[in-house]
C-alpha cells in the first residue's frame, strides 16, 4: 500500500499498488467561487476499483471536489486527470457516460421502471434491464412496476441500475442515502458494496461516519477546502472521532 502524505503541498495517495492504478489525479488544483476559496491546492489520487469517501466537515468542499471529477465544476488553477490525460481535453458527454453522478434525492425521469432504465439506453433489451435490476439488489420482476409507489430505496436503487446501464466505470455518489430511512441506506450500501467488488470505482460523499467505515476502502479528509488527511479507512482518525 503506497500512502504519501506530505505537507506542503499535501498530497495524497490513496492508490492501492498492488491491484488498482488511480482513475483520477488531481494536481494543486483550487476552485474559487464568488471570491470564495472552495478548494485549495487539493493534490491527490483516487484509485480504480474501491470505494473511496469524502468526508469533513460541512462547507469543506467535498461536493465541489465530486463535481470536477465529471466537469460539473472547472478547476481555477490546477490539473484533474482521468487515467493521466487531463480533463480540460476530455469530451464532457463522453466523460459523464463513463464517470456517472448520482444525487441524495432519487430522481426518476419516466413513469415505469423499464422506461428508467432505458432514458440513456433506448437500446436495452428485457433480458439486461432484467438483469441491470438484479445486480442492484432488486427483483428483475419488478421491471414493469410503475416508478410511483417506490420506496425511498427502491428508486434510488433504480437510479443506480440506469446509471450502471451505460456501463460506467466510475460512479461519484453525492450522500446518496442522505434522503433515506435507515433501512434502505443499508440496503444501497450493501449494493454500492457489490459493484465496488464487480470492479467499479466509487466516489462518496458521506456526512455519516459509521456510514464512510462500513463502504470505503480509502478515505479523503477535507476541512476549509484543504486536504486534511488520506488513507485507508481504518487509519483515519476524523472518522473515529465522528459519528
Ligand atoms: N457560488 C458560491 N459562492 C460562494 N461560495 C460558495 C458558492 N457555492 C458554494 N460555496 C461555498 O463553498 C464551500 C464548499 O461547498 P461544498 O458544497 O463543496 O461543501 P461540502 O463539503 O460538500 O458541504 P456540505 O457537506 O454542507 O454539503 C461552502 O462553504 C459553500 O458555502
Do not use: W
Amino acid at each position: 500500500m503506497a500512502i504519501h502524505v506530505i505537507l506542503q503541498p499535501m498530497e495524497a495517495d490513496i492508490t492501492d499498488a498492488h491491484e488498482h492504478s488511480p482513475v483520477f489525479t488531481l494536481d494543486r488544483v483550487t476552485v474559487r467561487r464568488g471570491g470564495a476559496l472552495l478548494l485549495d491546492a487539493v493534490s491527490c489520487r483516487i484509485a480504480g476499483g474501491a470505494c473511496t469517501a469524502l468526508v469533513g466537515p460541512s462547507g469543506a468542499g467535498k461536493s465541489t471536489l465530486l463535481r470536477l471529477l465529471n466537469r460539473l465544476e472547472e478547476p481555477g488553477s490546477g490539473t484533474v486527470r482521468f487515467h493521466g490525460r487531463p480533463l480540460t481535453g476530455a469530451d464532457v458527454l463522453a466523460l459523464r457516460r463513463r464517470v456517472q453522478l448520482l444525487s441524495q434525492q432519487p430522481v426518476l425521469l419516466t413513469t415505469h421502471i423499464a422506461d428508467d432504465l432505458r432514458v440513456g439506453r433506448p437500446d436495452l433489451d428485457d433480458r439486461r434491464a432484467a438483469g441491470l435490476l438484479g445486480r442492484v439488489g432488486l427483483s428483475p420482476a419488478m421491471l414493469d412496476r410503475p416508478t410511483a409507489g417506490l420506496s425511498g430505496g427502491e428508486a434510488q436503487r433504480v437510479c443506480l441500475a440506469r446509471a450502471l446501464a451505460l456501463d460506467p466505470e466510475v460512479l461519484l455518489l453525492d450522500e446518496p442515502t442522505s434522503a433515506l430511512d435507515a433501512a434502505s441506506a443499508r440496503a444501497v450500501e450493501h449494493t454500492v458494496r457489490d459493484l465496488v467488488a464487480a470492479g467499479l470505482a466509487v466516489v462518496l460523499v458521506s456526512h455519516n461516519s459509521p456510514q464512510a467505515r462500513r463502504v470505503a476502502d480509502q478515505v479523503l479528509v477535507l476541512d476549509g477546502g484543504r486536504l486534511a488527511d488520506s488513507g485507508p479507512v481504518d487509519r483515519i482518525s476524523y472518522l473515529k472521532e465522528g459519528t
